[in-house]
């Protein structure tokens, strides 16, 4: 992991830097249940929200207003420390872990560098995937320090079904991690510059039209990530753990006021994480198709006289345009829940581990497959056969 700097400057940034990410993460939940409110309402040709404020933005105020003031309850046979521990052991995971996905090129003020991210880990994808996952710890604790039979039950449920997607979620990134060559994030993004091109076989194919995105090489990893995202974070079509007309309400049964809330923002935290990894596993992160950092540096260059001022609009350029990947990812959770039925439990876990599962697997051993083969067949084949795997490589890249 990458130290908080030399400097009291550099020590004092990163302090702040690190802040306004998690400040950003949280104050991003009630533009978020905003959208969907106004998304749903839409979709099923309804207002929404459309009375407190211009188009109902201040309806978030009121909102919070209202949990804040709610009555602090306890069930009578809840375990108190657990009871008030989930909801705050809920919000941390999603913090922490959205920290370490980089959002821009590095900010250079001067000698100093400064990274767009809460902090960066060398093996970035590990540390988000062990850190999300504590997320069913906090389920579990909601479930049993409620007290309640409903709440148990969706806690069981949503262990279940973290442990059954997580398998499949991890093994599709395998794929994804076989293929950068890397754990590193930034590394990943690097990887994804420029127009799409494979090399193999002793011969390299490019394809200008596209550009060198994850999901053009692994697009089966990338279906099945992105479908176990939402049974990771307890979206529809899987929130049988919060499923209303079976359970009540789940693990949330007993919760309300600012308990609640916390559990909320713990939820579209982990949307979050799962937007910002498929943008940076499969859509460039980052970066702008086509045009390389340097390009845009160049730009600024040009354009404001300063290096600083250039680099600044390096970094905010680059920014804006992961936070437009990222928001339209967020806006297909927010359309799905309001497009696709729950499924049954028994469909949930068949999905997991006779579909998801294999499937997973099938793309991890073809991607080890292949990636073997580009690389030993180019300088071990015979020239003969050589020249006629290249001829059918051509054939199948044509562009």
């Known amino acids: 992991m990458t130290s908080m700097g030399t400097s009291s400057f550099e020590i004092t940034v990163n302090i702040i830097k690190t802040l306004a990410v998690f400040l950003m993460m949280v104050q991003a939940v009630p533009i978020l249940v905003w959208l969907e409110r106004r998304g749903s309402a839409f979709i099923q040709n309804r207002f929404g929200p459309n009375r407190v404020g211009p188009l109902g933005l201040v309806q978030l105020l009121a909102d919070a207003v209202k949990f804040l003031h709610k009555e602090d309850f306890v069930p009578d046979k809840a375990n108190r420390f657990l009871f008030y521990a989930a909801p705050v052991f809920a919000l941390i995971p999603a913090s922490i872990a959205y920290m370490a996905i980089p959002m821009s090129t590095p900010l250079i003020l001067g000698e100093s560098r400064f990274l767009i991210q809460g902090f960066e880990i060398n093996v970035g994808i590990v540390f988000i995937l062990g850190i999300s996952s504590l997320a069913a710890y906090t389920i579990l604790m909601a479930g049993w320090g409620s007290g309640s039979k409903f709440s148990l039950m969706g806690a069981m449920r949503a262990s279940a079904q973290i442990i059954s997607y997580e398998l499949a979620l991890g093994l599709s990134i395998v794929g994804v ?70 359970l009540v309400a789940g693990f949330h049964t007993e919760y309300g006021g600012f308990k609640m809330l ?21 859509f460039g992160g980052y970066l702008i198709p086509y045009i390389t950092p340097d390009d845009v540096y160049q730009f600024g260059l040009n354009n404001f006289g300063s290096e600083t001022a250039a680099h600044i609009f390096n970094s905010a350029v680059h920014f804006l345009m992961y936070n437009v990947k990222f928001a339209l990812f967020l806006w297909i959770f927010i359309h799905v829940r309001w497009t696709l039925p729950r499924f049954r439990y028994d469909q949930l876990m068949d999905l997991g581990w006779k579909t998801m599962l294999p499937w997973a697997l099938g793309n991890t051993i073809v991607t080890s497959i292949v990636i073997f083969s580009a690389a030993y067949f180019s300088i071990s084949f015979p020239p003969a056969v050589e020249d006629v795997l290249k001829q059918i490589f051509k054939y199948f890249t044509r562009t």
């Open 177 to 246: 991690i076989m293929t950068y060559g890397t754990f590193n994030l930034t590394d990943m993004i690097t990887a994804q510059m420029g127009a799409l091109n494979f090399s193999g076989f002793g011969y390299t194919t490019t394809i200008s039209w596209l550009p060198n995105w994850g999901i053009f090489y692994q697009p089966v990893a990338a279906v099945i990530f992105f479908a176990a995202a939402f049974a990771e974070s307890n979206r529809l079509p899987f929130d049988l753990a919060e499923g209303e007309a079976e």
């Open 262 to 282: 916390m559990f909320f923002i713990g939820e579209y935290g982990h949307m979050m994480i799962a937007a910002g990894l498929m943008t940076t596993f499969f």
